[in-house]
């Protein structure tokens, strides 16, 4: 009616919007005890740093290989897409959403492979696969150029994480407590994401997955009013960071591009 007034979330900036922005309202960044990092992974890396007060904000362009998107065999997470693989006595061992013949692979999938791969020596640190295609399950199979475009994906996540620590002059076991949103950040194994080179390897054991913290800040919003003073609060507390045209941004980008030592 005449009466009925819409908010909207602020928005940061051009790629720092109210996904992010809920999702700070969300996991209650403001009260965390130390610097803190929320990181919100899909075809946009959006990654947001607590500290002394102030939530750095920035965005990486990572593509849409976690999404299953430009991946031979990729797929959303549907019936028959493999979303986990495990090493178990030196052989692949992969999970199937729906159970049954493994038809594509997701994203969280891809990481696990990936992963498992590196671990099996089957991967070099390069990204090199000695043969061009590595059957995981039924006709699912991995291609090297899969493993290129996961590469990108994964070097534009990790840069924009040590953009931001160095910014702050934080060092990773600083770091309180890593949070991970977002439809493949909810969903991926944060082992495998440190044996990649994604996260970095010292937040082990602070390393916390929240599902999707735009929707659960949203839906606070929506059902306690009061909630608006809090995200006014986060807003203001907010400081962007663009990344485009940063020197240390490239040059983390192509550091993060090989695999660490598993």
Not at 79 to 84: F, H, L, Y
Not at 198 to 225: I, K
Not at 227 to 254: H, K, M, N, P, V
């Amino acid at each position: 009616g005449a009466d009925c007034q819409v908010y909207l979330p602020p928005c940061l900036s051009a790629y720092v919007g109210a996904d992010i922005t809920c999702g700070l309202l969300a996991c209650d960044i403001l009260h965390a005890r130390g610097p803190a990092l929320l990181a919100d992974v899909g075809t946009n890396g959006e990654m947001a740093l607590l500290s002394d007060g102030t939530i750095y904000c920035c965005a990486t362009a990572a593509g849409p290989a976690f999404e299953g998107v430009g991946i031979s065999c990729g797929s959303a997470a549907v019936t028959g897409a493999i979303d986990a693989v495990t090493v178990e006595n030196n052989a692949l061992r992969c999970h199937v959403i729906g159970g049954g013949t493994a038809r594509s692979l997701c994203g969280s999938g891809l990481l696990d492979a990936v992963a498992a791969l590196r671990r099996l020596e089957l991967v070099e640190d390069s990204g090199y696969m000695e043969d061009d295609s590595l059957p995981l399950s039924g006709s699912v199979s991995l291609l090297r150029r899969d493993i290129r475009s996961f590469q990108l994906a994964k070097a534009a996540v990790a840069a924009g994480i040590r953009v931001l620590l160095q910014q702050r002059g934080i060092t990773p076991e600083q770091v309180d407590g890593v949070y991970l949103a977002g439809g493949f950040g909810s969903y991926l194994d944060p082992e495998s994401a440190m044996t990649i080179g994604m996260l970095p390897r010292a937040c082990a054991g602070r390393l916390h997955t929240l599902g999707n913290t735009a929707l659960a800040g949203a839906a606070a919003l929506a059902l306690a009013p009061a909630q608006w003073q809090r995200i006014g609060d986060i807003s203001r507390a907010c400081s962007y960071l663009e990344l485009s045209g940063r020197a240390d941004f490239a040059a983390a980008f192509t550091g993060n591009l090989s695999f660490p030592q598993p």
